[in-house]
């Protein structure tokens, strides 16, 4: 009897202890921030394949963003599976229309590729390298030396970035273990031996991961920031974290890694509703995205006093002007361009 009384108290102890550390944590991540970056840079995200997904014409979308958006930056991805068509044969043909018409404008560009690149499924690999793990990894280097060649004097391109989100593990149709830390240096260690010029962006999860093993390997982190979901069995969720949140995680990456440069590569202002956004209403659209929200997030996110951020969106708001008659958040990212 004796044991158990002193077990429970122990239990009991350790709990509380939990409960403390727990309270002060989120005292720490929610304690009010007065000091903000309004010189943040923002840009946008696109992806081709979520245009045509949304129905829309993705080459007059994409000119809309550069010419009544007027963006500045802008992340575009070269997708694997869309790239290598056939073992072997590559077309580049959209990612280049994409650079030269950005090129044209002055407008400043990332470039994603690798297994996981922006966008849904998250891995984009040709169905012929699916099975083969280690063919499928000799033929992405190859790609990806490739693509380098091919776009390295291409001055408005400013930042490689190397997989999306790689070490997020759980999320994304991908082959069980498609990527790892090792394939992830390899991919480094290529782009740096054949342009050592430009900046490598590795991306992480803002909300689930530490982001040590990306900002370790990257000369830039990139993390992704997202403030409501809707994540089963619990319906509606916002993140119940302030903006020191980004910043304590920026300062022990800095202590544990080094890194100095944070950005936010994936600023939701899109909605994350509870099926496909074309088989929910705009108005359930608009519980985790609208005009008011969208204002909000970037407010937060200046808070963070990171550099850049790029929004997540953008097709989605040219759908709503387009095909809803609804041009708010369209014309209020005009504002914040």
């Known amino acids: 009897m004796f044991i158990i009384k002193w077990l429970l108290k ?38 081709h394949h979520h245009a045509e997904s949304l129905e829309m014409d993705w080459k007059e979308t994409y000119t809309a963003i550069l010419d009544d958006l007027k963006v500045e930056r802008m992340r575009i991805a070269a997708y694997w599976d869309r790239v ?3 073992n072997g044969n590559y077309d580049f043909s959209d990612v280049d229309w994409q650079v030269k018409e950005a090129q044209k404008r002055n407008v400043k560009l990332t470039l994603a590729f690798g297994i996981k690149t922006p966008r849904w499924p998250e891995c984009h690999i040709p169905d012929f390298y699916l099975e083969n793990k280690a063919e499928r990894e000799e033929a992405l280097l190859k790609f990806e030396e490739i693509l380098i060649e091919r776009y390295k004097n291409y001055d408005n391109i400013i930042y490689w970035q190397v997989e999306n989100e790689p070490f997020l593990q759980f999320f994304g149709d991908c082959p069980e273990g498609a990527i790892d830390e090792e394939l992830v240096d390899k991919e480094i260690t290529l ?3 054949l ?28 993390s992704t920031l997202y403030r409501m979901i809707y994540k089963p069995p619990y319906g509606y969720v ?25 950005i936010i590569s994936e600023l939701q202002a899109e909605p994350w509703p509870k099926a ?28 963070t006093n990171f550099s850049e951020a790029y929004l997540w969106g953008v097709e989605w708001w040219y759908w709503l002007k387009e095909t809803q008659g609804s041009p708010e958040m369209w014309e209020l990212a005009k504002e914040i361009m």
């Open 238 to 262: 916002t993140y119940p974290l302030g903006p020191n949140f980004f910043r304590v995680k920026a300062l022990l990456a800095r202590l544990v890694t080094g890194q100095e440069n944070f």
């Open 10 to 47: 122990i239990v009991f102890k350790i709990l509380i202890f939990v409960i403390v550390l727990v309270g002060l944590f989120w005292l720490l991540f929610n304690w009010p921030v007065k000091s903000q970056n309004d010189d943040m840079k923002f840009g946008v995200s696109f992806a």
């Open 191 to 193: 782009v740096k031996k």
């Open 276 to 303: 496909w956004i074309m088989h929910v209403s705009v108005e359930e659209q608009f519980k985790t995205m609208n005009p008011e929200k969208f204002e909000e997030i970037v407010e937060y996110t200046k808070k």
């Open 195 to 222: 342009d050592s010029s430009r900046e490598i962006i590795v991306t992480d999860s803002g909300e689930l991961s530490t982001w040590w093993q990306a900002a370790e390997r990257g000369d830039i982190l990139g």
């Open 84 to 86: 290598e068509i056939e």
